[in-house]
């Protein structure tokens, strides 16, 4: 019978995720995991199943309360009647941005992993999407709200290019401080969100390309 401390879970999931950000998604074996968490194969085995589990707990973990902050912020700009585009942007990307400066859930680890994501082979994100299939509801809703002259097809890929220039700056931000010689810094978290919200609502508010509603 396997023996496993109460925090064998947690140090599995911790481990995870940083080695997940550090080296990738397939590059990382159990047997990296286990030993950088002091555990072993069995506790994986016990607490998860296989890796695939271990890589869906690593995520639902942050992407829960992610969303249901989302969702809140959401609520908050729906209340008073049609939202603008401002505020439900903002509330899609507020919480995500806001997760890197906070090292008490996972920080930059999980932003690192969050962007690497999208270099992943395809089998890894599609595993996670049904984490997100009421937020793609709810905000494609919103912004037909917001946006009602567009049609629904600009909309979706409007927010899909949103989604990439925030994978981006998860993935590279420190980059642009380093080339801008601390000119620009993403570790100002609202003034980042600030000129991502405005960058993403100019290229919403661009000419529809598709078919009208």
């Known amino acids: 019978m396997t023996t496993t401390t109460p925090h064998t879970r947690d140090r599995l999931l911790d481990s995870a995720e ?4 550090e080296n990738g998604v397939n590059a990382t074996s159990l047997r990296h995991i286990t030993n950088d968490a002091e555990a072993n194969l069995a506790s994986v ?24 902050e989302r969702l809140r ?20 990307l507020a919480p995500t941005l806001r997760l890197r400066s906070d090292p008490e859930q996972g920080g930059e680890y999980f932003m690192c992993l969050m962007g690497r994501l999208f270099s ?14 009421e937020i793609f509801q709810r905000f494609g ?19 899909f290019f949103t989604i990439g220039a925030m994978a981006h700056l998860m993935t590279a931000g420190d ?22 919200v405005d960058f ?3 290229g919403f508010r661009g000419a529809s390309r598709g078919e009208s509603p």
């Not at 912020?73 to 899609?92: H, M, N």
């Not at 980059?175 to 991502?196: H, I, M, S, W, Y």
Request: proline share 6%; net charge negative; with cysteine.
């Open 18 to 21: 940083r080695l997940f950000a």
């Open 200 to 202: 993403s609502a100019a």
């Open 73 to 92: 912020l959401l609520d908050t700009c729906e209340a008073q009647g049609r939202p603008s585009l401002e505020c439900v942007l903002e509330a899609f």
């Open 175 to 196: 980059l642009l401080k380093t080339f801008t010689q601390d000119r620009c810094d993403p570790a100002d978290v609202e003034g980042t969100l600030r000129r991502l």
């Open 141 to 159: 809703t919103a912004l037909q709200m917001a946006l009602p002259e567009h049609a629904p097809a600009d909309l979706t890929w409007h927010l």
């Open 45 to 68: 085995n016990y607490h998860f199943g296989s890796k695939e589990e271990l890589f869906r707990q690593v995520f639902a973990r942050r992407i829960g309360p992610i969303n249901e």
């Open 120 to 133: 992943e082979p395809t089998e890894w994100k599609t595993m996670l999407m049904e984490e997100f299939s």
